[in-house]
């Protein structure tokens, strides 16, 4: 098992930049693939990004490619999400996941170890 715990939400106006961190700890950090998750107010949960085991490949939803970029580093057991050009449609909740399926498929997550979340807000 892995234990998650996200960090460097916030509020932050429209254009600027945030750079979430997602520090592990229970379990072989590298044995998981990890991915970013957001969820809005009314909306269902969403994949934001994904990331393998070793960092060498990502995934990106269409909404945010070119803006977020995640990334690992397996040494410091910590995933990242760095969010820039942050628009007032990312505001939501993000979560990090840890999971040991294929690491762009959101159906792979179903049974994924998860964060407590940590709030985004993008004002105009």
């Known amino acids: 098992q892995v234990q998650l715990v996200e960090s460097g939400g916030g509020l932050v106006q429209a254009g600027g930049s945030l750079r979430l961190s997602c520090a592990a700890s229970g379990d072989t950090f590298s044995s998981y693939a990890m991915g970013w998750f957001r969820q809005a107010p009314g909306k269902e949960r969403e994949i934001v990004a994904g990331?393998?085991?070793?960092?060498?490949?990502?995934a990106y939803r269409d909404s945010v490619k070119g803006r977020f970029t995640i990334s690992r580093d397996n040494a410091k057991k910590t995933a990242y999400l760095q969010m820039n050009s942050l628009k007032p449609e990312d505001t939501a909740v993000y979560y990090c996941?840890?999971?040991?399926?294929?690491?762009?498929?959101?159906?792979?997550?179903?049974?994924?170890?998860w964060g407590q979340g940590t709030q985004v807000t993008v004002s105009s």
């Open positions: 996941a840890a999971s040991r399926g294929n690491y762009y498929r959101q159906v792979e997550y179903e049974h994924a170890y």
């Open positions: 990331i393998n085991w070793s960092g060498r490949s990502t």
